[in-house]
């Protein structure tokens, strides 16, 4: 299944410079790990915002909640969700 998610981040605003880095790194590692297991298909900033939007490929819907919430930042954002499925008039069967 397809999932559609749109993640907005909100860093508390009492945490040091060195604290927002060290979960940005280990938020890099930990997308870019799921991003080359071909689970996180597409990763987007959203123009102008501390958000993206992101397709991600699971098994069910448990599965798409175990790829998000093992992101360091998962506590901090506000995520909303689609489930996609293909439009019967698109004319690629795949996403690439
Ligand atoms: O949009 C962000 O910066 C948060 C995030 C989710 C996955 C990732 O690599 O960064």
């Not at 993206?52 to 930042?73: C, D, G, R, T, Y």
Request: proline share 5%.
């Amino acid at each position: 299944m397809l999932y559609l998610a749109e993640m907005e981040v909100h860093i508390p605003e009492s945490w040091s410079e060195e604290k927002i880095a060290d979960y940005i790194a280990r938020e890099r590692e930990t997308s870019q790990k799921w991003q080359k297991s071909g689970k996180w298909v597409y990763l987007w900033r959203v123009a102008g915002q501390y958000a993206n939007v992101s397709v991600i490929e699971a098994e069910s819907p448990e599965e798409f909640h175990q790829i998000v919430s093992s992101l360091p930042l998962f506590p901090y954002m506000t995520i909303k969700v689609k489930s996609l499925c293909k439009h019967p008039n698109a004319v690629r069967e795949t996403l690439l």
